[in-house]
């Protein structure tokens, strides 16, 4: 009897020089859009994963950024090293090269790399979309790859045979043993030989402005290098994920693209990223909203902040980069000599020494959560943490609360609890116009995630803000749901 429990799924890597179609034709394969695609060169930096079935074999499929295997510049070198991650991770490769265009040097250099991997290497003639073109794939047999293939990924041509060639040589996909995690990007082992249950995924996306750290908070949670991080507001732009285990509990942490204004995006991949990165925002159960220590709460922060709350996702408020608040705090009581005192002045009218230091003392960490829920009052069930992802201080308690968001978001109250409370509250204190009282005859939680209640009252009038306020806080001083949105609902009797 075969041993399953140490084997993995088998694994496709897509991998070519910059703007190729990689990402078109990994979104192909995999049957949904889960790369950004566009005209752009170089959209694709980080790996990304999806899964695959192709005649009844499941397989994962990994999209690797634009590869030039020589360039020393930061982004380039960098999408280089996480392609070579997926290289090294890969069953087979599948080498997409542009069939419109002539042979390159950094083809040429790719393709021996990828021959010295002894790994099997299929080339993807790309942009083959008319008889006339075949003629144009002859010249790519100088790449050494025996295995040439015309397709058209965004129309789908040649597809079908390139993946029944790489099912042939693909190892056969053994389910993984019940106590490991699910397969990168797969929810469910519903259809597999012997069917097991899949285990609870918590989905966490990191959301924030650009340049506040999310991709080093993504890979210091998960103790790897799983996203590309530079100095570059913006490099992240398609959402990149990864699976953690702790404690028995699986939790997927997604790395979303920086969230700017629509004014502020000028490249159709910066709009994409934007568009993608709030759509990955509501498929996920929890939002981790990363603030930059250093600037404060700003407004694109609380539109931010609202995607979050509006969407029904439980909040952890991340306050990033606390340990540089100190390091300037000391700047600033340094004494003021030269262009260095000029400095000290500087910081002393940044706004975050203004909001957060207290009598000769330093920065005081209460004070600045005061200032933070002062400026996100609509999220103040959200939990506070101050962290550096840098240096991985307090990365630790992000865990803790997740946990402790998830149980509450999931959390549930019997109807007749629910009205034992209902009759204990007393109402007159609820500031309301008498023309919008209501008469609540009984209520009940309707759903969780995120906790749903509906009122039954004597008669159809939408609740007063404040009412619903004053019933809000009542639920959550009897009951918790720390760190996720409660929604009310209103059905009068009929």
Request: charged share 30%; proline share 5%; hydrophobic share 40%.
């Amino acid at each position: 009897m075969t041993d399953t429990k140490n084997l993995k799924p088998a694994t496709l890597a897509i991998v070519g020089r910059p703007n190729v179609g990689k990402s078109t034709l990994f979104n192909r394969i995999i049957g949904r859009r889960r790369a950004i695609v566009g005209d752009e060169p170089g959209i694709t930096r980080d790996r990304l994963y999806g899964e695959a079935d192709w005649n009844g074999r499941r397989f994962t499929v990994v999209d690797t950024g634009g590869i030039i295997p020589e360039d020393k510049d930061l982004i380039p070198a960098e999408i280089f090293r996480q392609a070579r991650v997926a290289l090294q991770e890969a069953d087979v490769v599948v080498m997409v090269v542009d069939g419109r265009s002539e042979v390159a040097g950094p083809d040429i250099e790719l393709a021996r790399l990828l021959l010295r991997s002894g790994k099997p290497v299929f080339l993807a003639v790309n942009k083959i979309d008319a008889p006339k073109l075949e003629a144009h794939i002859h010249d790519f047999h100088r790449l050494g790859i025996r295995e040439l293939l015309p397709i058209s990924a965004e129309h789908g041509t040649g597809v079908a045979e390139l993946l029944d060639e790489v099912v042939k040589i693909l190892p056969e996909a053994v389910w993984p043993a019940a106590d490991e995690a699910v397969w990168p990007g797969s929810p469910t082992r519903e259809d597999g030989p012997e069917a097991r249950p899949a285990q609870t995924e918590v989905k966490i996306a990191i959301i924030g402005r650009p340049n506040v750290g999310k991709s080093t908070l993504l890979n210091k949670l998960t103790e790897s290098e799983r996203a590309i991080v530079s100095p570059i507001p913006g490099t992240t732009r398609d959402a990149v994920d990864e699976l953690v285990e702790r404690d028995g509990q699986s939790y997927r942490f997604i790395d979303t693209a920086g969230i700017r204004r629509k004014g502020k995006t000028e490249l159709m991949a910066e709009k994409l990223s934007v568009v993608m990165a709030r759509k990955h925002l509501e498929s996920a159960d929890i939002a981790l909203l990363i603030i930059d220590a250093t600037e404060g709460v700003t407004a694109l922060d609380a539109n931010i902040a609202g995607y979050a709350h509006e969407s029904g996702r439980s909040v952890i408020i991340v306050v990033n980069k606390w340990d540089l608040v100190a390091q300037r705090a000391a700047q600033a009581k340094a004494p003021r000599t030269g262009s260095g005192g000029m400095a000290s002045r500087k910081m002393r009218r940044d706004s975050t020494f203004a909001i957060a230091r207290s009598s000769g003392k330093g920065i005081d960490r209460n004070q600045y959560e005061e200032r933070v829920r002062g400026e996100l009052k609509f999220l103040n069930y959200a939990p506070v943490v101050f962290v550096s992802a840098v240096s991985g201080r307090n990365v630790d308690k992000i865990f803790d609360l997740v946990a402790e968001v998830a149980r509450q978001r999931r959390k549930r109250i019997p109807t007749g609890e629910m009205n034992r409370f209902l009759a204990h509250i007393d109402f007159e204190r609820a500031s309301v116009p008498v023309s919008r009282r209501v008469k609540i005859l009984y209520m009940t939680q309707a759903a969780t995630s995120p906790p749903t209640f509906i009122l039954f009252t004597d008669r159809n009038v939408k609740l007063h803000f404040s009412y619903e306020r004053f019933l809000e806080n009542q639920i959550r001083h009897a009951f918790g749901f720390q760190g996720t949105p409660i929604w009310i609902k209103v059905r009068a009797r009929s």
